[in-house]
């Protein structure tokens, strides 16, 4: 809070496809999608008819007893999309990492191994920030203070590529770092319900990404130790590592897929956890018990789902993700400039994610350049000393080209405090 009186918030009044316009009239582009959620810019007309038609129809209904044709529309789509059949939704990232937590842990009591309770997740892992969620998270920062409210889970190494050493390959890294995964499952799997992964893009970590052989052998040390795979595509799901969901990069399928953020493409609060069917038959008893009792007040709220539905939509009659391949290959080019700039490491690109590091920063680097680069017109917030861009996919190379510019004039007025 004291921060903010050095650092007041900018006041957006409004905003119009990459662009967010503060109360003065000056603007911004938004050059990490409002937090990973927007897909295809602010105020979308699309988006905004879907809603806006919902609205004159119903606006929200329980989801317990009663059902509405956007929700049923909508995990029809998803099921198509993920191979995973049965939905269940939440109102946001977290609750969706619970929920698969929950029912992991559950399938297992009800198929008679109440033992299989602990979860693993990577080293620097981030998985959302309510109580359970935070348990599988691995970000100090945000987890510390909490310890004594949380439950015991184990982090296995990541697979992050900058990890890996002088001359080691990443998949050869990745191989590496499986090992360790299947040391620990050999000795714990009576004991683990399920690991759960950002698949390909650590995102909280600082844009981490990794080679997706890791994924390809989790999901086949998760089949030989009986342990449930859960992929939290939250932030990687909807086409933002290049294909529609990371996962699919592994050719592997989850035992849940957790996602939220783009889902609604930025609009409005959603998020699905969806399963096997043979996760949902261990739920199909007579014993209410033996249900998954867990609910939120808005689940599955119609607007919500309108306005994934529109999402979905775009994604087909636009041909999204044959679009950002060559849209890409071409930011690519345009933000690799920085590389020549003597600061910059492991630049490194992963669908519509770029990411570096820039060496030898002071304490205060995010803050400092998130400051700088809003004079420049961005609107830009660094990870430690990681600057990312993770553009909503209506960004066009004009864009980039001038985020590319104002990142380098940020840098450049750094170098001159120092
Ligand atoms: C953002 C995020 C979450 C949490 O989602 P919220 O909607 O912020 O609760 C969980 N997992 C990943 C990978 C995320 O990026």
């Known amino acids: ?29 938004d050059a990490i999608s409002s937090w990973w959620v927007n897909l295809f810019g602010h105020c979308n007309p699309r988006i905004n008819a879907a809603i806006i038609d919902q609205l004159g129809i119903i606006e929200h209904v329980m989801l317990a007893g009663a059902t509405h044709a956007p929700v049923v529309e909508l995990s029809e789509r998803l099921a198509k999309l993920t191979g995973l059949g049965h939905a269940f939704y939440g109102s946001d990232g977290s609750s969706a990492t619970e929920i698969a937590l929950k029912m992991s842990a559950h399938y297992w009591r009800n198929a008679g191994q109440v033992k299989k309770n602990e979860f693993i997740s990577l080293k620097n892992g981030y998985h959302g920030e309510t109580v359970g969620a935070l348990s599988v998270t691995d970000i100090p ?72 052989v890791y994924l390809s052998r989790a999901r086949e040390l998760c089949d030989q130790y009986r342990v449930h795979l859960i992929a939290d595509e939250i932030a990687v ?20 897929i957790c996602l939220s953020k783009g889902i609604t493409g930025g609009y409005l609060p959603l998020s699905a956890v969806l399963t096997t069917d043979a996760i949902y038959a261990a739920f199909y008893d007579d014993a209410t018990a033996k249900g998954f009792l867990h609910s939120h007040s808005y689940t599955g709220n119609p607007l919500a789902c309108r306005a ?65 680069a809003l004079a420049q017109g961005v609107f830009i917030r660094p990870i430690g000393n990681t600057v990312y861009v993770m553009p909503p996919y209506v960004m066009e190379a004009a864009d980039i080209t001038s985020l590319t510019q104002a990142i380098l004039e940020t840098l450049a007025q750094m170098e001159t405090r120092k």
């Open 1 to 29: 809070m004291k921060q903010l009186e050095a650092t007041p918030p900018l006041a957006i009044a409004r905003g119009e496809g990459p662009w967010l316009i503060d109360t003065d009239g000056r603007r911004y582009l």
């Open 141 to 212: 920062l945000f987890k510390r203070i909490y310890e004594p409210l949380l439950r015991h889970s184990v982090q296995v190494p990541t697979p992050d590529a900058r990890l890996a050493e002088a001359g080691e390959s990443a998949e050869a890294f990745a191989l590496r770092c499986a090992d360790a995964l299947e040391a620990h499952l050999a000795e714990h799997a009576t004991t683990t319900a399920a690991f759960i992964v950002e698949p390909l893009v650590q995102g909280a970590a600082g844009m981490a990404m990794y080679h997706p």
């Open 237 to 256: 799901g909807f086409g933002r590592t290049g294909t529609m969901f990371a996962c699919e990069q592994a050719a592997i399928q989850p035992d849940f």
């Open 308 to 372: 994934a539905l529109a999402v979905l939509d775009i994604f087909e009659s636009d041909g999204v993700i044959a679009a950002n391949r060559d849209k890409s290959t071409q930011f690519t080019k345009i933000l690799g400039e920085v590389v020549a700039h003597p600061r910059v490491r492991h630049f490194r690109q992963c669908g519509m994610i770029w990411a570096f590091e820039v060496a030898e920063t002071a304490a205060d680097f995010a803050s400092h350049f998130h400051r700088l």
